[in-house]
């Protein structure tokens, strides 16, 4: 495929002004979905803390502990999800031989899919992951940022947004192959950030691996917040036994080697295509 | 009343056509059962009761809750709205068959197929990753559970049609549908027991109708109803059926009488 002669990101934030500006036609609906998403991702977390008016703690952690966990895990998600969602989006398109359209246009297919859906309104789900931090940071008793503390939320969020996103590719790429897949993929990606918005240890043994080493939601959230905290981890739930602080740290590598996996496997899907023949 | 069955049996039929959908929604929600259970099993280690709930209880309770996602359809269905916009409704309206029947019948038909291929597999799946509390009492606990199925399948559907008939006001349903997902999620006592709450509050939610949905049916299976206490629990969501029911019936009318205003 010959070079296209456009500039891609400033195409992609061309095409994203584009989609905002369209849903601010009906400005009412676009902020009311805002809402919705906030309501109920809040309440979802009020839940949570209504299990915590019973108990105080779930294995060993406070219910403030857990709040950065599930803040982490939902802000990560909701980037994820606002630039990922074309692929998320796929398999409708792929039924009704819509994608097939994609495929004759001179760019490339992963630039198409990647720019065909921004979605802004998916800061409602971001501001509540925000203010769980913020709730875990205040309660019980406020305790106070270091820069230390900013650089590694900020890096883990970004860091756990990457690994999201791959996730959503990786669905696209599953999307291509296996037309009524989509609910088998929400399992990965809604699943993966509600495993990720509790603490990994609480779970067996193999869930976790696969957490560490397949899909490698440990470093969305849990090997910061142990770092962030200043939490022991159990026994053999460190790889190679390195400190939380440096599993942080090394975070990006991971969610970058996550992303050019997912790549390739997007584009091996690509080129195997055989359409639905609708 | 024979139409009614066909369209309940023609709906069981088309949910059977999404074998693999259904498939994969299994996966998905014992998938969720197993993450949810996890934190709930670590909260009884510190204590072994909590509202009454014990742990084998609690347990069940979530896998219960798992089970019956798609038999009341809890994130969503939007099948009247979408009549509405593209404008199908008009030939729903035309047939000669009660409106509310109509679609009554149909989502009868789909719990009917969820019920057998998605309830019954889940709690399976349930039994054999944590183990369940079965009725001890079966012939008492099983007759009534299936009643308060039943009546949750109704109410559920009556609340779902009104926020369908949304559409006719508000162009985009979306955003009633996180709205309303926040009332059959969070109000139900699918997040959390409604026993887990604090007294008032708890009372409060036991006595609107999402408790109807999800809680009731719970509550049943795992007996915490006994006696005189049972048959007032399903009395009172037998009263949330028909109210339910007759709101929705009732918004229908006055709907529809819009869009004659409209001209279709």
Redesign the interface.
């Known amino acids: 495929m010959s070079k296209p002669d456009v500039f891609l990101p400033s195409l992609y934030i061309r095409l994203a002004i584009a989609r905002v500006r369209g849903r601010m036609r ?1 400005r009412v ?1 676009f902020l ?2 805002i ?3 906030f ?2 991702n809040t ?2 977390f ?2 949570l803390l ?2 915590f ?7 060993g952690w406070s219910a403030g502990e857990v709040a950065l966990l599930w803040g982490m895990s939902q802000m990560s998600f909701a980037i994820a999800e606002a630039f990922g969602h074309g692929f998320e989006g796929l398999a409708p398109q792929v039924r009704s031989g819509e994608f097939d359209q994609v495929l004759v246009r001179p760019l490339p297919v992963f630039f198409q899919v990647f720019a065909s859906d921004f979605q802004a309104q998916r800061i409602g789900r971001f501001l509540q992951g925000a203010m769980a931090v913020w709730y875990s940071r205040s309660s019980p008793a406020p305790i106070p940022w270091h820069a230390s503390d900013w650089t590694i939320l900020t890096f883990a969020v970004i860091t756990g947004s990457v690994i999201f996103f791959a996730t959503f590719v990786l669905g696209g790429a599953w999307a291509l192959r296996v037309v ?5 993929m ?2 990965f990606t809604y ?1 993966g950030t ?2 990720a918005s ?1 603490p990994l240890d ?3 043994d193999p ?1 976790r691996r696969a957490a560490t080493w397949i899909l490698p939601l440990a470093f969305v959230n849990y090997f910061p917040a142990l770092a962030l905290l200043g939490r022991v981890a159990p026994d053999g739930i460190l790889p190679f036994g390195l400190t939380p602080i440096t599993l942080a740290l090394s975070a990006p590598i991971v969610a970058l080697v996550y992303l050019g996996i997912a790549v390739v496997v997007w584009d091996r899907s690509v080129m195997r295509y055989q359409g639905t023949g609708t | 009343m024979r139409v009614y069955a066909e369209l309940a049996r023609r709906a069981w039929q088309r949910q059977r056509a999404y074998g693999n959908a259904n498939l994969a929604g299994l996966f998905t929600n014992s998938f969720f059962g197993y993450i949810r259970v996890v934190p709930l099993i670590a909260a009884f280690a510190s204590r072994p009761d909590i509202s009454g709930y014990d742990r084998d209880a609690a347990i069940t309770w979530n896998w219960l809750v798992q089970s019956l996602i798609t038999i009341v359809a809890l994130w969503g269905w939007w099948e009247v709205a979408l009549t509405i916009r593209s404008g199908e409704v008009a030939i729903d309206l035309a047939r000669p068959i009660h409106y509310l029947g109509y679609w009554l019948a149909r989502d009868v038909g789909r719990a009917a197929y969820s019920t057998v291929y998605r309830f019954i597999p889940i709690l399976i799946v349930g039994q054999l990753v944590s183990g369940l509390r079965w009725p001890e009492a079966p012939w008492l606990t099983w007759p009534a559970f299936l009643c308060s199925l039943v009546l949750a399948v109704l109410t559920s559907f009556a609340w779902r049609f009104l926020l369908n008939l949304g559409a006719f006001w508000l162009t985009d349903y979306r955003a009633i549908a996180s709205l309303g997902l926040v009332a059959t999620t969070f109000l139900s006592g699918f997040l959390v027991p409604l026993a887990f709450f604090p007294p008032v509050i708890r009372s409060i939610l036991e006595a609107l109708p999402f408790a109807a949905i999800i809680q009731t049916p719970a509550t049943v299976f795992l007996e915490r109803a006994e006696g005189m206490d049972l048959t007032l629990l399903l009395a009172q969501q037998l009263g949330w059926a028909i109210v339910m029911l007759g709101v929705a019936h009732w918004g229908a009318q006055f709907a529809m009488r819009r869009v004659t205003v409209q001209g279709g």
């Open positions: 009906y609906g009311l979905m809402l919705g998403v309501v109920a309440f979802e009020v839940a209504v299990l008016g019973q108990v105080r703690e779930l294995g009524d897949g989509q609910e088998f929400n399992t699943g509600t495993l509790y609480l779970f067996s869930i």
